[in-house]
Nanobody, 126 residues
């Protein structure tokens, strides 16, 4: 059982930055995915960014590419999401997800991930 705890959310003006952290009780090894998802009010949860394995191949949603950066520090059991040039459309609850034994499919498929955090709110004002 892996527990995930997100932190770093808050309120910021458009154009600003935030860094989210996700601390895991146990960090995956070998072949795994770690990801960030978000859910805006009235919308479905969507994949934001993912990271594959210790080598850290990365994947991004088109809407955040070149603005967000996903990274990890396995010795600290922590996943990060650096969010720059934030927009009001980025307002959402952000969730960390872990797939220690990933199932097949697209990186942004929620069914791929076995463990989820409780989420952290990000609010971007114009």
């Amino acid at each position: 059982q892996v527990q995930l705890v997100e932190s770093g959310g808050g309120s910021v003006q458009a154009g600003g930055s935030l860094r989210l952290s996700c601390e895991a009780s146990e960090y995956p090894k070998g072949v795994y995915f770690m990801a960030w998802f978000r859910q805006a009010p009235g919308k479905e949860r969507e994949g934001v960014a993912a990271l594959y394995g210790r080598a850290g191949s990365t994947f991004y949603a088109d809407s955040v590419k070149d603005r967000f950066t996903i990274s990890q520090d396995p010795p600290k059991k922590t996943l990060y999401l650096q969010m720059d040039r934030l927009k009001p459309d980025d307002t959402a609850i952000y969730y960390c997800a872990a797939a220690p034994k990933p199932k097949g499919g697209h990186w942004a498929a929620q069914s791929k991930y076995e463990y989820w955090g409780q989420g952290t709110q990000v609010t971007v004002s114009s």
